[in-house]
């Protein structure tokens, strides 16, 4: 079993920026990709951004490319999402998401496991 912590949620203001954490733990912890979702009160669960577990290959929505960069730190089982220029519309609930595949790696589907969430809200 994983578990998968998230950690830096906030309130912030628009133009500003903040950096989510997500801590894993568990001994079959050996994903293949990990992931960040958001879901805006009313609004379906949406993808954010991925990265690959080994090669580090990063994936991104086309709402967060350029404002937004996600890492991992393999030797700590991290995985971070910095957010910058943050948008109203960027106020969601943030989860991150350990998966086995790459394969769709942008669709809920694609992962097992799932952490609590995190509020971000963007004010004016």
């Known amino acids: 079993q994983v578990q998968l912590v998230e950690s830096g949620g906030g309130l912030v203001q628009a133009g500003g920026s903040l950096r989510l954490s997500c801590a894993a733990s568990g001994r079959t912890f050996s994903p293949a990709v990990m992931g960040w979702f958001r879901q805006a009160p009313g609004k379906e669960r949406q993808f954010v951004a991925a990265?690959?577990?080994?090669?580090?290959?990063?994936y991104y929505a086309d709402s967060v490319k350029g404002r937004f960069t996600i890492s991992r730190d393999n030797a700590k089982n991290t995985v971070s999402l910095e957010m910058n220029s943050l948008k109203l519309d960027d106020t969601a609930a943030y989860y991150c998401?350990?998966?086995?595949?790459?394969?769709?790696?942008?669709?809920?589907?694609?992962?097992?496991?799932w952490g609590q969430g995190t509020q971000v809200t963007v004010s004016s």
């Open positions: 998401a350990s998966g086995f595949t790459i394969l769709g790696l942008s669709r809920e589907h694609a992962y097992k496991y």
């Open positions: 990265i690959t577990w080994s090669a580090a290959n990063t």
